[in-house]
Structure formats: structure tokens, C-alpha cells
């Protein structure tokens, strides 16, 4: 059965500081990785999708890495903001491509200004 | 930009009531779904749709649970007689084949 995990559970930096989310996942056969930002109360806002084929994705000051033979995916804000403050979750989506997307528990990130 | 919506933000409703949860997925998708997060707790998969039937669901979606797209733009889901826990937010998203899956606002579920 897939399971993911993301490690830390919560992280505090100061503002301008680059970092490192962490994802892992337990069966190396997946269809794709999706990684989003959720704050408070509020839906999942996508952020970048990784095909099981691929190695990275970025976006401006994101970027996702897929290893998918050891089963971890990162992702690394670069000079982080304030308004980076947010939950990122990561998602892995199975093979036969149903759409279904078994999620981490989440990183609560927060920066100070 | 196109986004998912979705109607009502909130609802309130007495344990053993139907409630309708309703979504406007992005036009050109093909895939709805449904998923839930009770407070505190992982997103969890409820039901996948194509092709006007359920390709996939999950154990939590029992008899208890429906899902319809009655028209070409909503996508609902049904709850027959809720459960207090039923309480959470439920997500509904949409994707084209093998690409990004875009999430609504969700509708937060209170089940008293």
C-alpha cells in the first residue's frame, strides 16, 4: 500500500533563506508527483507536477526533484518570503492513471520576516 | 485564469440529513474527483469520475455516498444521512488526462 511522507511536520526560517521540503513515498511505482500550497482554511493550490519520467520541475523560485528509484521528491524555495508562509503537500498518483492522488500529511512552513 | 468552484462554503446540517455538495470543475477537464480532509488530518481520495461513471473509489465512499454530473458544467456530491464524522472539508478538483489536478475552495462539511 503507497504511503507518503513529508519531513519536517513544521519549519521556521527567517525571511531571504533558501530550503529544502522533503517527500518520501513507499512503492516506487507511481504515475506522477504533484507538489501544492494550502493555507489556512483555504483549497490546494497546485504548484508544480513531476511525470514519473522526469527528474525536476520549476516554477520562479520553486523547483521539484524526483528520484523516483529511491522514492523521495524535494522541493526547494530559493530566498524565501513571508508569503511563502503555508502548508505544501505533497501527492503521488498511481499507475492505470485513475486520477487518484494519495497524499503527506504536509509541511507547515512559516517565515519571519 | 480558469478555477474550480464551489458551492456552498460552508454547510451546517443535522446528523441523518442529506446534503448536496456542489462543483463547477474547469471546463475543458475530463476527470473529477472528490477528497476530503477532516480537521488536522491527511487529504484523503474520495471517488474519481470520467466518461460519466466512477472509475475509482475509495472505502470511504460507501453506499452512503453519490456523486452525479447532471449537466455538462456541475459535478455533485451526495451524502444520503451524514454522520458526525462526516464533518470536514471536502475538495473537489479536475484535470485533463496525466496533467495537473486543480482543487476547489471546498465546502466544510458541520455534521451536529
Known amino acids: 500500500k503507497q504511503e507518503v511522507t513529508q519531513i519536517p511536520a513544521a519549519l521556521s526560517v527567517p525571511e531571504g533563506e533558501n530550503l529544502v521540503l522533503n517527500c518520501s513515498f513507499t512503492d516506487s511505482a507511481i504515475y506522477n508527483l504533484q507538489w501544492f500550497r494550502q493555507d489556512p482554511g483555504k483549497g490546494l493550490t497546485s504548484l508544480l507536477l513531476i511525470q514519473s519520467s522526469q527528474r525536476e520541475q520549476t516554477s520562479g523560485r520553486l523547483n521539484a526533484s524526483l528520484d523516483k528509484s529511491s522514492g523521495r521528491s524535494t522541493l526547494y524555495i530559493a530566498a524565501s518570503q513571508p508569503g511563502d508562509s503555508a502548508t505544501y503537500l505533497c501527492a503521488v498518483s498511481l499507475p492505470g492513471n485513475t486520477g487518484k492522488l494519495i497524499f503527506g500529511q504536509g509541511t507547515t512552513l512559516q517565515v519571519k520576516p | 485564469e480558469p478555477e474550480v468552484t464551489q458551492t456552498p462554503s460552508h454547510q451546517v446540517t443535522q446528523m441523518g440529513q442529506e446534503v448536496i455538495l456542489r462543483c463547477v470543475p474547469i471546463?475543458?477537464?475530463?476527470?473529477f474527483y472528490w477528497y476530503r480532509q477532516i480537521l488536522g488530518q491527511k487529504v484523503e481520495f474520495l471517488v474519481s469520475f470520467y466518461n460519466n461513471e466512477i472509475s475509482e473509489k475509495s472505502e470511504i465512499f460507501d453506499d452512503q455516498f453519490s456523486v452525479e454530473r447532471p449537466d455538462g458544467s456541475n459535478f455533485t456530491l451526495k451524502i444520503r444521512s451524514t454522520k458526525l464524522e462526516d464533518s470536514a472539508m471536502y475538495f473537489c478538483a479536475s484535470s485533463s488526462a496525466g496533467r495537473s489536478k486543480f482543487f476547489g475552495p471546498g465546502t466544510r462539511l458541520t455534521v451536529l
Open positions: 471546463s475543458n477537464h475530463l476527470y
